[in-house]
């Protein structure tokens, strides 16, 4: 792909129904899952997309089969819960942080040494948010910078790992996958409570494996897994972080009518919905259906006159990776918008917070302030063509293009990081707008 990508302006609503690619977070889980069964998995409508191959890749070096059928079609086959083995060089979690921080949960009861890398934003964001709470429970993993940061070796621990019962700082549902995963293997329940729920995929997945857990306001607890019994087939929805873009460019540019099907609906991430609903937007699900323990439908949105809203910490793990795009809603809404407790954002791919500030502002000077911990988003600010930079995050590239395509049309720098989760992304816009 060209070092940028020039986004045109649609001159026109955009229609179309979309096939929304798989859920990146249930992909990732259903491989490592799968691969600590003992017998073949087939997964369908998994997201062939950059982090959830990082994911296919980790678990073939530790000793699964993992076989692809067609690109988003494949079979995994592992040993049983203490099957994996020790990979025979450095694994590379490349851009994904769902990758790296479930995996740590997986491997710190193991009986081998791994090692970790990954790609340069990787080696900045916050390991230590998982390193600690395993370490609590016996792991031994050593990183950079005070064992915070890629890379990261983990060793075998003295014995089994202990239960404990870990009150996160943090709603995030790496931190508390990791820490739930590692308690499988643990000699005692492990209970991870969080400030606010976030996404329960790690928790449904288990389920059909066989192994429950038990949640209790914002607490989760796992007991120790004697058997782990892999289903035969598991589908994943799409993703209703990848239909995001469409939700908003579709309320956003005038006479738009968009059909997005198969969207995953689970009540932990749908808070997108909630915000754009609140913001006068015309969405409606048709379909609803359950597939693999996830609730997921077809989704109908037509441009409508947006206003601005305010939300807070409490909504924030429901469209925690959405904030970008909403912020593009925003931007297109009446009066303005008021975004706080999204300091996470700043630990993300990039400092998301940040990157939306300074790249909005060249394509709608003055429309965006950060504060510490959320923005606040001028709607209605004029808007220009311009060129932007996407800071290799593949959620910010999606954005701006979306910003591009409902206002004057942009010029991305580096546009290719959208392979990370949606690599069908510029070709469906450029569909939408044909
Ligand atoms: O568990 C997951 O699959 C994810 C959890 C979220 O991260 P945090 O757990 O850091 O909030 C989200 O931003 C990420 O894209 C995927
Ligand atoms: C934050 C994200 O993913 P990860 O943490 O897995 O890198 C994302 O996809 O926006």
């Known amino acids: 792909m060209e070092n940028t990508k020039t986004i045109a302006k649609a001159r026109q609503g955009l229609r179309g129904t979309i096939e929304i690619p798989g859920d990146k977070s249930i992909s990732h889980r259903s491989v490592m899952f799968s691969a600590l069964g003992s017998t073949p998995v087939h997964i369908t409508n998994f997201l062939h997309a950059q982090d959830c191959l990082s994911t296919a890749a980790c678990m073939k070096a530790l000793g699964a089969s993992v076989e692809f059928e067609s690109e988003t079609s494949l079979v995994v086959c592992g040993h049983g819960l203490h099957g994996l083995r020790e990979a025979s060089t450095i694994i590379d979690a490349g851009n994904s942080g769902t990758t790296l921080r479930l995996m740590m949960g997986i491997l710190a009861p193991q009986p081998f040494l ?13 390991m230590g948010r998982v390193i600690k709470p395993l370490s609590a429970m016996g792991a031994k993993i050593y990183g950079r910078e005070k064992n915070t ?17 870990y009150e996160s700082p943090v709603a995030s549902a ?10 499988m293997y643990a000699d005692s329940p492990t209970t991870v409570v969080e400030p606010f729920t ?7 997945m288990l389920e059909a494996f066989g192994v429950e857990t038990k949640k209790d306001g914002t607490a989760v607890t796992i ?4 058997s782990f019994h892999a289903p035969s087939s598991i589908e994943v929805p799409g993703d209703i ?3 995001a873009y469409w939700l908003v460019a579709g309320s956003v540019v005038p006479g738009s009518h968009l059909l997005l099907k198969n969207v995953g609906v689970n009540p932990t991430r749908t808070g997108i919905l909630d915000v754009l609903e609140a913001m006068g937007a015309k969405i409606t699900l048709e379909n609803e259906r359950v597939s693999g323990g996830e609730a997921a439908a077809d989704i109908r949105v037509e441009a409508a006159k947006l206003h601005g809203t305010s939300f807070g910490a409490e909504i924030m793990p429901r469209l925690i990776d959405e904030i970008p795009v909403l912020a593009v809603a925003a931007l297109f809404a009446e009066g303005d918008t008021v ?9 993300k791919e990039t400092d998301r917070l940040q990157a939306v500030t300074d790249e909005f502002n060249k394509l709608a000077p003055g429309a965006v302030e950060a504060s510490k911990d959320g923005l606040v988003i001028h709607g209605g600010t004029k808007v220009r063509a311009a060129t932007c930079f996407s800071y290799d995050d593949h959620r910010m590239a999606m954005s701006l293009a979306i910003l591009g395509a409902a206002g004057e049309g942009a010029e991305i720098e580096r546009p290719e990081c959208v392979t990370i989760s949606y690599p069908a992304f510029y070709d469906t816009l450029a569909r939408l707008q044909a």
């Open 223 to 226: 007991e120790p897994v004697e």
């Open 198 to 204: 976030s996404r329960d995929h790690t928790e449904r």
């Open 149 to 165: 940061k890629l890379p990261i070796t983990i060793v075998p621990a003295e014995g089994k790992l202990h239960g404990m019962l």
């Open 174 to 183: 790496q931190v508390k996958s990791a820490i739930l995963l590692s308690g």
């Open 241 to 243: 972080s990848s239909a």
């Open 114 to 126: 791994t090692t970790f890398t990954g790609d340069a934003s990787l080696h900045k964001r916050p």
């Open 339 to 347: 975004i706080t407790g999204a300091g996470e954002l700043r630990v």
